[in-house]
């Protein structure tokens, strides 16, 4: 199984997301967030493997939180 998160300021983005990856029986979407706040707070006690981050984002850019990810595991894998 395939663990993954999805970052977006936006919900509905969420929710289209979450609803695609869900059709496939190997993924797993274990947690979604709206802010990179959130990220930072509860990502680092999070397992997954893959982390779906939108690119522009208030606060801190989908960028910035894959360089902070690759920090926590060089093997997750960012799709922006």
């Not at 902070?68 to 922006?80: G, M, Y």
Request: hydrophobic share 50%; with cysteine; aromatic share 8%.
């Amino acid at each position: 199984m395939i663990r993954v998160i999805i970052v977006d300021d936006e919900p509905l983005a969420l929710v289209s997301m979450k609803k695609h990856l869900n059709e496939f029986d190997n993924i797993e979407v274990i947690r979604t967030f709206t802010t990179a706040k959130d990220v930072l707070k509860e990502g680092p006690t999070l397992d997954f493997q893959v982390a779906f981050l939108d690119v522009e984002m208030p606060g801190m850019s989908g960028l910035e939180v894959a360089q902070l990810l690759k920090t926590w595991d060089k093997n997750i894998c960012i799709f922006l």
